[in-house]
Nanobody
Framework: VQLQASGGGLVQAGGTLRLSCAAS????????MNWYRQAPGKQRELVAG???????NYADFVKGRFTISRDNAKNTVYLQMNSLKPEDTAVYYC?????????WGEGTQVTVSS
């Protein structure tokens, strides 16, 4: 499975972006689909995840601001990002898990200016 993230860009603080992660294959068989991010000089961290059953989980630093969703018919996962802050600036990566296999996409840059 190949994952392609898109939707990043430059936005002012308080703005919104929606990231998309398009998979080359079916995502309905994936145990989980996640968004991670990595800021310069920092470790990659989990932002949000959605299970095959639709359960979602969020890092504390995005709760109430970001929403993860999936469209199995389009094999796409989304990350709606509202009320963006400068500290949200990072490269965002799409990640999928199926059994013991992990799949990563190339990241998309999100830059939030103050």
């Amino acid at each position: 499975v190949q994952l392609q993230a898109s939707g990043g860009g430059l936005v002012q603080a308080g703005g919104t972006l929606r990231l998309s992660c398009a998979a080359s294959g079916s995502i309905s068989s994936m145990n989980a689909m996640n968004w991670y991010r990595q800021a310069p000089g920092k470790q990659r961290e989990l932002v949000a995840g959605i299970s095959r059953g639709g359960s979602t989980n969020y890092a504390d630093f995005v709760k109430g601001r970001f929403t993860i969703s999936r469209d199995n018919a389009k094999n796409t996962v989304y990350l709606q990002m509202n009320s963006l802050k400068p500290e949200d600036t990072a490269v965002y990566y799409c990640h999928a898990v199926r059994l013991l296999a992990n799949y990563w996409g190339e990241g998309t840059q999100v830059t939030v200016s103050s």
